[in-house]
């Protein structure tokens, strides 16, 4: 086994552990803990023996494993990306709602009389 | 200013009475209080709304505005439209009106649009800058000729002038257009909830002062061409 897939093993585990404890914590969504912990298994798979990777990629018709990991790469941060977006306009809206609640009851409660 | 001409049973005070005017108000302190003062003049009802200033707005609304009402953090201007406007209609406005803080608007242009809407001849009086005596930028005018056709295919509704910030709601109008957009695609957002709400939109000449001031105030066309992309995706992940 070389250095690098140590070093990549290693980060992998590392990510897996924090997925298993913030999902048991519950502030990780039980389906994308899941799904980060399947896609970090796969990639752990390919660490190991990298011919599967070709393997599979053959047999899918794209040729050289390193071109499927790099597909399967683009996937998932795509997919990341937009889960994130989502989650922020989500927290946005939220945050409108919040500030525009406040200043109504800060209005309510001054209540002063109109500056004449 | 021309005469108000009431209609049946609205004497001239009791239209302008009615009629709310909602300003919002983003770091504007050189121009707001003008602005202020010369509504104040005919309006007694402004509701000036502070998005978060961090200038010194804020005084000055609070020494000028009728009622003023801050955002804790900016929030967009569509934002402080619908807050402006759910505090008017809680006070019993029959009106609200949409008047820009920067100065380019004319307050006789607004009583206008308020009699017309009083008059029940709309519930939605939009300005529209392109039959007024507005000197418009050629670009400027490019790009808001370019988004009446977007919503023209989107929405189906024929707008000469699209994004007027000069705009008069009836108080039904207005709590049927709730804006939930916040930043400036609320203008969009409006123009939407107006063509599905099936209620009657006049447009009126209005002149907009392109004045150095408000053009450096106003949006470059680059932030323009990004809210029409914004809106753009915002329809898709509604």
């Given amino acids: 086994m070389t250095v690098f897939q140590i070093a990549l093993l290693a980060a992998i585990a590392t990510t897996v552990t924090a997925t298993l404890v913030l999902g048991r914590r519950g502030s990780l969504p039980r389906g994308i803990a899941a799904i980060l912990v399947a896609g970090c298994s796969v990639g752990a798979v390919f660490v190991i023996e990298p011919d599967w990777a070709t393997a599979l990629a053959r047999l899918l018709g794209i040729g050289r494993g390193a071109d499927l990991v790099l597909y399967l790469l683009v996937l998932a941060t795509s997919w990341g990306f937009l889960s994130m977006y989502m989650r922020l306009r989500a927290v946005r809206r939220d945050m409108t709602v919040l500030v525009r609640r406040m200043a109504l009851d800060d209005a309510d409660r001054d209540q002063r009389p109109p500056n004449t | ?238």
Wanted: net charge positive.
């Fill in chain 2, 1 to 238: 200013m021309q005469s108000l001409s009431a209609p049946s049973n609205l004497t001239d005070e009791q239209i302008l009475a009615g009629t709310w005017v909602v300003v919002p108000v983003f770091n504007e302190c050189t121009a707001v209080e003008s602005v202020l003062r010369a509504l104040r003049r005919v309006f007694p009802n402004v509701v000036a709304v502070d998005d978060g200033s961090s200038d010194g707005s804020w005084k000055t609304l609070q020494a000028h505005a009728t009622y003023a009402l801050r955002h804790a953090v900016n929030r967009g201007q569509g934002a402080a439209l619908q807050t402006g406007t759910d505090f008017a209609l809680d006070k019993g406005a029959h009106r609200i009106a949409h008047f820009d803080a920067d100065g380019q608007h004319r307050v006789e242009d607004l009583v206008r649009m308020a009699c017309a809407v009083a008059r029940d001849e709309c519930d939605i009086a939009l300005g529209d800058r392109f039959r007024g005596a507005s000197r418009i930028p050629a670009i400027r005018a490019a790009l808001i000729r370019l988004a009446a056709v977007m919503h023209r295919l989107t929405s189906g509704i024929v707008l000469n002038d699209v994004h007027n910030g000069l705009r008069v709601l009836s108080a039904e109008a207005a709590r049927r257009c709730e804006l939930r957009s916040d930043r400036m695609a609320h203008a969009s957002e409006l123009i939407d909830l107006i063509a599905v709400s099936g209620m009657r939109v006049g447009q009126f000449p209005t002149t907009i002062e392109y004045t150095e001031y408000s053009i450096a105030k106003g949006q470059r066309a680059s932030a323009r061409a990004r809210i029409l992309v914004h809106y753009a995706v915002g329809k898709v992940f509604r």
